[in-house]
């Protein structure tokens, strides 16, 4: 059994007041039976997702069930917020009891096999070979794969068709930063709003603004280069000659959506979950992909879950984990799966199933194709120690208070600290 850190480590990873909070909450109860009950009833599996919006009758819960029964176990599957479950599974795995089966944001990935709580790919025998590198990419530390994605989302750029119509905008003449800025230029000029993102001091602020920082070419490593400081310069000047509004700074992903749902504004940056929001907009709407500095698709970064197979003492439960995961995330699953959870499929087979179905996916399959995770170069667990830099980064040249390369100079200061 492979696994980064010994299950000591896992002491170090909780602070002492949530194990003693959440301890009852993880335990159970057993009562004795017969050992002609026992044998006959079949043994139990469970699955934690953070999924709580989905009860037993949603199709997710039943084909967790229908993979159970498939492999020749019962499945009992426990929901959670994604912040929960990452704290729920750490203690859970210190204390010896963690699910046999775990659905879990990507970029949490890293830290649970830091922690030494994830088996590898190699060890569970789970095949990766369909999946897309880009994505797999995301749960990838040291040369060893920690689970298989499930599916991802991105971002993008909505527009308004009428705004652009009554600006002279074609939108197929977007094709990088000049010329997206070009038409910005002609939407301000016709009396409408320009462009609406996320800039917010937090997580959903690093994720809206790196597809214009890997899309200048800069690297997560050099926070400070040129490209870099290019990219936070972009979105800084769009502000002081208002094309983008202030309030972007305090503009949560969902807060951003809302004030491009006004019908006021010609761009938006947002993901594919907002995409029946946008059927319900009241105006015509397109999407392109976010245009790299010298054109082309920029990288932006990948949403989505893995499903991963905790370590447990007792090893031989992995063959069945094993089957639950592949038919999880088998070519046939995937369709349904990834359909219900408004993700793009991780594999290129049912992608192209999920564009015949809907074309206008087409433009969200190539964003993804295009994509990258967070922690993806082997940064593990170091990008949150980069990312946080880079969200007051942009806080600080955004409100006026340092310049681009001021900011940015000073994140990289910090966060080459925190990773050494």
Known sequence: MN????????????????AASLAACSSTSTTSTPASSQAAAPATYTIWDPYPQFDDSADWVKLLKQCGTQAGVTVQRTAYDTTDLTSKTLLAAQQGNPPDVLIVDNPVVSTLADAGVLTTTADTKI????????LLAAGQIGGKTYGIPIGANTL???????????????????????SLTAALAKVKAAGKKGITFSAIGTEEGSFQFLP?????GAA???????????????????????????????NTQTTSWQEFATGDYAFGENGTWQLGNAEKAGFPYGIIAIPGKGGGTAPAPTGGEFVSVPV???????AVSQK???????????????????????????????????????????????????????????????????????????????SPQDAMAAAQATAAASTQ
């Not at 095949?127 to 880009?134: E, K, L, V």
């Open 156 to 178: 993008a750029l909505f527009y308004n068709k009428d705004v652009l119509g009554k600006a002279g905008v074609d939108p197929a003449s977007v094709k990088d930063w000049t």
């Open 212 to 216: 214009w920082f890997w899309g200048s």
């Open 127 to 134: 095949d990766t070979s369909a999946i897309s590198p880009n």
């Open 312 to 318: 447990q003492d007792d090893t031989a439960r992995y």
């Open 220 to 250: 997560l490593t050099k926070l400070d280069s040129a490209e870099g400081v290019s990219a936070l310069g972009l979105w800084t000047d769009w502000l002081k000659k208002g094309y983008a509004p202030n309030s972007v700074l305090n």
């Open 3 to 18: 696994h980064t850190q010994p299950r000591r480590a896992l002491v170090a990873a909780l602070p002492l007041a949530l």
């Open 324 to 402: 639950i995961v592949s038919c999880l995330t088998s070519t046939d699953n995937s369709l349904t799966t990834d359909t219900t959870l408004s993700y793009i499929a991780p594999t290129e087979a049912v992608q192209a199933k999920q564009v015949a179905a809907n074309a206008a996916l087409q433009v969200w399959v190539d964003a993804v194709k295009a994509a990258k995770g967070r922690t993806s170069d082997d940064l593990g667990t170091k990008y949150p120690k980069i990312s946080e830099p880079m969200w007051g980064a942009v806080q600080a040249a955004l409100s006026g208070s340092k």
